[in-house]
């Protein structure tokens, strides 16, 4: 797969690589008595590398044998299928509405072993209603029975309110800040709406940091 985007598969020896590997580590570790089986992945703002980040990440866990499903939650700008290169016809939100895909995930199947993806599929009206459902409660719960790691992409918390409503029924949250572009009072608000309601924020992900100082990626 020629995506650059997914530094882990082009150029696995890459400091950056190395750097979601170490992050990958501390996640796994983080808490031995509330351990981390499904994980948000935010940013404070649009554009700021969150999907890369994710997709990046759940690729270190599938490479260390750990059966792992990304799940494209962004149900405003979905992005991992155009990252993995796969379909969006169908996904999270046919699981929201269809018995038989809720039985039957419609999961995507990537070149990266005991990786899977599972796209946006058509977009709602009204996310947030979606996200805070009971019925995404059961999604999460079937997703946790066919992986260690269950990752979810979500909108911006700045945004909307879907990375909060969300955050609240996973083991916790990841905040992507871009070095040089994210803004810190952003940053700070956004970390204030997580814990406002809850969401157990784990740390913060910094990417294009100064190679001589963090490397690519520092977590």
Sequence with gaps: MGNTKLITLTDPRSEAAEAFRTLRTNLMFSSVENPIHTLLVTSAAQSEGKSEVLANLAVTFAQAGHKTIIVDSDLRKPAQHEIWGITNERGLTNMMLEDAALAEPPLASTEVEHLQVLPSGPL?????????????????????????????DSPPVLAATD???LGVK?????????????????????RDALERVHVRLIGAVLTNADRETAGSYYG
């Design 163 to 165: 990375a909060a409503v």
């Design 170 to 190: 996973l083991d916790g949250a990841l905040l992507v800040v871009q070095a040089g572009s994210t803004r810190r009072d952003h940053t700070a608000r956004a």
């Design 124 to 152: 709602p009206p009204n996310p947030a209603d979606l996200l805070s459902s009971q019925r995404m409660q059961e999604v999460i719960g079937i997703l946790k029975a066919r992986a260690a790691y269950v990752l979810f």
